[in-house]
């Protein structure tokens, strides 16, 4: 006597698409709501620091405001006070205030 005949008659006859799809679903609304528009985001954001330059204004993400004084492939050095200068990396700027 076999018992799996019961639960897949209560299931539908078994079909592997109906039962999947749904989980399908959620997994493409997953990916287009969360993953592909943190993608864009670091994109641009990979784009914005690679193209600052000498004089830009920027903010760094603690909060500093400063001029850049010198780039470098790796970092920036940054001038947030009259004659106060400060090394940094890159991935620490927030955004562009102002392009030179």
């Not at 019961?6 to 997953?30: E, K, R, Y």
């Amino acid at each position: 006597m076999s018992f799996t005949a019961p639960v897949f008659a209560q299931l539908g006859g078994g079909d592997m698409l109906s039962t999947f799809l749904p989980i399908i679903a959620i997994m493409a609304i997953f990916y287009f709501l969360m993953i592909r528009p943190q993608q864009k985001k670091m994109k641009a954001h990979k784009a914005m620091v690679e193209a600052i330059g000498k004089g830009d204004k920027i903010v760094t993400s603690s909060g500093f405001y400063g001029t850049v004084a010198k780039s470098e492939e790796d970092g920036l050095t940054i001038e947030i006070a009259e004659g106060v200068k400060v090394k940094m990396l890159r991935d620490a700027v927030s955004q562009v205030i102002e392009k030179k």
